[in-house]
Protein backbone atom coordinates (compact mmCIF):
# COMPACT_ATOMS: atom_id res chain seq x y z
CA UNK A 1 0.00 0.00 0.00
CA UNK A 2 1.12 3.25 -0.95
CA UNK A 3 1.31 6.27 2.05
CA UNK A 4 2.69 9.27 2.35
CA UNK A 5 4.25 10.26 5.66
CA UNK A 6 5.25 13.82 6.97
CA UNK A 7 7.51 14.92 9.70
CA UNK A 8 9.28 17.86 11.23
CA UNK A 9 6.07 20.06 12.33
CA UNK A 10 6.39 21.31 15.34
CA UNK A 11 6.10 24.62 17.66
CA UNK A 12 8.37 27.84 16.92
CA UNK A 13 9.19 31.28 17.62
CA UNK A 14 7.90 33.74 15.29
CA UNK A 15 11.62 33.95 13.27
CA UNK A 16 12.79 30.37 13.76
CA UNK A 17 12.96 27.59 10.85
CA UNK A 18 11.74 24.10 10.61
CA UNK A 19 12.47 21.40 7.99
CA UNK A 20 9.30 19.17 7.04
CA UNK A 21 10.03 16.05 5.51
CA UNK A 22 7.02 13.80 3.50
CA UNK A 23 8.02 9.94 2.66
CA UNK A 24 6.14 8.31 -0.03
CA UNK A 25 6.46 4.54 1.17
CA UNK A 26 5.09 1.64 -0.64
CA UNK A 27 6.17 0.17 -3.96
CA UNK A 28 6.64 2.84 -6.29
CA UNK A 29 7.58 2.89 -9.58
CA UNK A 30 7.27 6.63 -10.23
CA UNK A 31 5.21 10.21 -9.05
CA UNK A 32 4.43 12.62 -11.05
CA UNK A 33 5.22 15.39 -8.81
CA UNK A 34 5.11 16.11 -5.06
CA UNK A 35 4.13 19.33 -3.66
CA UNK A 36 3.26 20.93 0.01
CA UNK A 37 0.15 22.17 1.07
CA UNK A 38 -0.92 23.90 4.31
CA UNK A 39 -4.57 24.72 5.50
CA UNK A 40 -5.43 27.46 7.86
CA UNK A 41 -7.34 27.47 11.25
CA UNK A 42 -10.20 29.26 9.00
CA UNK A 43 -10.46 26.83 6.45
CA UNK A 44 -8.31 27.64 3.48
CA UNK A 45 -6.05 25.59 1.58
CA UNK A 46 -3.18 26.94 0.24
CA UNK A 47 -0.64 25.49 -1.89
CA UNK A 48 2.71 26.05 -0.55
CA UNK A 49 5.32 24.71 -2.98
CA UNK A 50 5.51 21.98 -5.57
CA UNK A 51 8.28 19.98 -7.63
CA UNK A 52 8.25 17.72 -10.68
CA UNK A 53 10.05 14.70 -10.97
CA UNK A 54 12.37 16.67 -13.20
CA UNK A 55 12.75 19.06 -10.30
CA UNK A 56 11.09 22.00 -11.24
CA UNK A 57 9.76 24.16 -8.65
CA UNK A 58 6.85 26.14 -8.16
CA UNK A 59 5.82 28.30 -5.14
CA UNK A 60 3.03 30.52 -3.81
CA UNK A 61 4.14 34.17 -4.16
CA UNK A 62 3.58 35.15 -0.66
CA UNK A 63 6.42 33.56 0.45
CA UNK A 64 9.15 35.79 -0.79
CA UNK A 65 11.48 33.86 -0.79
CA UNK A 66 11.38 32.40 2.77
CA UNK A 67 10.70 28.50 1.86
CA UNK A 68 12.42 25.45 -0.50
CA UNK A 69 11.68 22.77 -1.63
CA UNK A 70 13.84 20.27 -2.35
CA UNK A 71 13.35 16.04 -3.09
CA UNK A 72 15.64 12.40 -2.97
CA UNK A 73 13.37 11.59 -6.00
CA UNK A 74 15.06 7.86 -5.52
CA UNK A 75 14.38 7.83 -2.44
CA UNK A 76 10.91 9.00 -2.92
CA UNK A 77 10.93 11.83 -0.68
CA UNK A 78 10.66 15.31 -0.27
CA UNK A 79 11.14 18.28 1.72
CA UNK A 80 10.25 21.73 3.05
CA UNK A 81 12.76 24.49 4.49
CA UNK A 82 10.93 26.98 5.77
CA UNK A 83 13.11 29.82 7.29
CA UNK A 84 11.79 33.04 8.84
CA UNK A 85 8.74 31.45 9.90
CA UNK A 86 5.89 33.77 10.98
CA UNK A 87 2.64 33.53 13.39
CA UNK A 88 0.36 33.78 9.76
CA UNK A 89 2.47 30.55 8.71
CA UNK A 90 0.87 28.88 11.42
CA UNK A 91 -1.21 25.77 9.73
CA UNK A 92 -1.48 22.11 8.88
CA UNK A 93 1.47 21.38 6.45
CA UNK A 94 -0.05 18.34 3.81
CA UNK A 95 2.33 16.75 1.51
CA UNK A 96 0.38 15.74 -1.85
CA UNK A 97 1.57 13.22 -4.16
CA UNK A 98 0.54 13.99 -7.77
CA UNK A 99 0.25 10.52 -10.44
CA UNK A 100 2.21 7.53 -8.55
CA UNK A 101 2.46 4.79 -10.70
CA UNK A 102 3.53 1.31 -8.65
CA UNK A 103 5.60 -1.31 -9.52
CA UNK A 104 2.42 -3.43 -10.37
CA UNK A 105 1.62 -0.98 -12.90
CA UNK A 106 -1.52 0.68 -10.98
CA UNK A 107 -1.98 4.49 -11.26
CA UNK A 108 -2.72 6.56 -8.43
CA UNK A 109 -3.66 9.64 -9.13
CA UNK A 110 -3.23 11.43 -6.46
CA UNK A 111 -2.92 11.03 -2.78
CA UNK A 112 -2.67 13.02 0.50
CA UNK A 113 -0.64 12.60 3.50
CA UNK A 114 -1.93 12.82 7.11
CA UNK A 115 -0.59 16.51 7.96
CA UNK A 116 1.85 18.09 10.42
CA UNK A 117 1.08 20.70 12.56
CA UNK A 118 3.32 23.77 12.41
CA UNK A 119 2.74 26.51 15.15
CA UNK A 120 4.60 29.66 14.95
CA UNK A 121 4.62 31.44 18.29
CA UNK A 122 4.76 35.65 17.77
Known amino acids: QVQLVESGGGLVQSGGSLNLSCVAS????????MAWYRHFPWDERQLVAD???????NYADSLNGRFTISQDYAKHTVHLQMNSLQPEDTAVYYC????????????????WGQGTQVTVSS
Open 96 to 111: YANSIVTTSMKHIPNL
Open 26 to 33: GSIYSIYS
Open 51 to 57: ITSGGVT
